[in-house]
């Protein structure tokens, strides 16, 4: 399979290859935004609070996954310019384990420590109940806000920057509208929210996992992964 990022780039390439990942930040911020413009308006001001008291936690993950997917990526884009396809296949599903795993580990923690994770954050009285039906639904969906975050960022060194574009897009647009549905529609209240939000994770992700796992129609798909002790 042919190397997408073996190419000359000139500055007009480069931007174009750039433009989609920077877009993907960009939707990918305004997530929790969406969320507090359909709770204020639908709910209450306690519900808009509630998730801006829990959004560090969420901040938290998106910045872990951030990381593995960055850093992984760099390791990844060596291995192929260095003509290691193999490693770098093995390397991007070890990452991507790595990354399951530790979303696993992040829910079942979350929902071991709930309360006292809200209470640390700051959430009062009056928003406690508020903060827990937001919460106790966002960290279910942890292992998908970490895979959607490193498809993110391999879609770009497998050489597909628009096509995780669109998935994002796909995503964001069904949290939007699955916000209207479940708050407005179905008054589900701020669970409705975290609903529509985990299901706007998901759908990337999984496409993700399609692509990569089942389609495998470049050359970075998952293999058996290798533990390795040095990565350079």
């Known amino acids: 399979m042919k190397n997408s990022l073996g190419k000359d780039f000139t500055i007009w390439t480069l931007l174009k290859f750039t433009f989609a990942p920077t877009v993907m930040m960009i939707f990918m911020a305004l997530y929790t935004m969406i969320d507090g413009v359909f709770v204020s308006n639908l709910i209450n001001d306690y519900a808009l609070s509630a998730i801006n008291i829990v959004y560090p936690a969420v901040s938290i993950v998106v910045a872990v996954a951030i990381m593995l997917g960055t850093g992984g990526s760099a390791i990844i884009a060596k291995n192929m310019g260095e003509g290691k396809e193999q490693e ?17 580990l992040i829910a079942i923690i979350g ?31 942890t292992p998908m806000a970490i895979f959607q975050m490193l498809f993110q960022n391999f879609f770009v060194t497998a050489g597909k920057p628009q096509l995780g574009l669109i998935v994002t897009l796909i995503g964001g647009l069904a949290n939007i509208v699955l916000d209207y549905v479940f708050v407005a529609i179905l008054q589900m209240g701020i669970s409705g929210a975290a609903v529509a939000t985990g299901i706007g994770y998901s759908i990337p992700a999984i496409y993700g996992i399609y692509y990569f ?19 350079y």
């Open 111 to 141: 929902v071991i420590f709930i309360d006292n994770i809200i209470l640390l954050l700051g959430a009062t009285d009056k928003l406690f109940d508020y903060c827990h039906d937001y919460a106790a639904i966002i960290i279910m969906f």
């Open 88 to 104: 770098a296949r093995e390397n991007f599903s070890l990452i991507c384990i790595f990354g399951l795993i530790l979303g696993i």
């Open 213 to 231: 796992g089942i389609k495998k129609k470049t050359l970075l798909h998952f293999v058996k992964p290798v533990l390795r002790h040095t990565y």
